[in-house]
């Protein structure tokens, strides 16, 4: 389990989950950051394909794929989390996916990626069209955003956010 970098809101998330007590972080997941949501994170430690990562997630009920659809202080913390764990040629899967309508990517919420959120897509991405039909933050990209071919295993993060 890799342990959490600190937040430059750490502070201000402590004093703020503090009216919440810890009773009610979901089993097995770390406190993130807040946002305009409270986040918990779950590193299972394992590498799987996309569809094998959201039941591995949301086998507690709870968890997803983790989303990255709060900007540029989210991406750059969510990547300090994993960057030390995956290897050089390994990335993390987001949850979301345009396997229904090649080009419309869909959040594992159901929510459309937004052209008012800021996307974190690396040059030329996304370059892959239909067989691409995930994205991963990926090692050789510095953490940016490419599209990726969803059979193929690599590193799971889970989520869950509040409210
Ligand atoms: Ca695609």
């Known amino acids: 389990m890799p342990s959490l970098p600190t937040s430059t809101w750490g502070s201000e998330s402590k004093s703020r989950l503090g009216g919440i007590g810890d009773a009610l972080v979901p089993k097995d997941y770390a ?21 094998t990562g959201q039941t591995t997630c949301g086998a507690d009920g709870m ?20 960057a030390p764990n995956v290897g050089v040629s ?23 990626l937004s052209a008012s959120v800021k996307t974190m ?26 599209d990726y071919t969803c059979h193929f295993k690599e590193w799971i993060l889970c989520e869950v956010r509040f409210p």
């Not at 986040?39 to 569809?51: E, L």
């Not at 968890?63 to 994993?82: A, E, F, S, T």
Request: hydrophobic fraction near 40%.
């Open 31 to 51: 406190f993130a950051m807040i946002t305009d949501q409270i986040h918990f994170i779950k590193f299972p430690n394992v590498m799987q394909d996309y569809i």
């Open 121 to 146: 897509w690396y040059g030329g991405e996304p370059g892959g069209g239909a067989p691409d039909d995930c994205i991963i933050l990926w090692k050789p990209y510095g953490g940016m955003w490419g």
């Open 63 to 82: 968890g997803r794929l983790i989303m990255d659809d709060k900007g540029q202080p989210w991406h750059d913390w969510i990547w300090q989390y994993v």
């Open 90 to 112: 390994e990335g993390v899967w987001l949850g979301i996916d345009d396997s229904q309508l090649e080009g419309t990517w869909i959040w594992n919420d159901g929510t459309q």
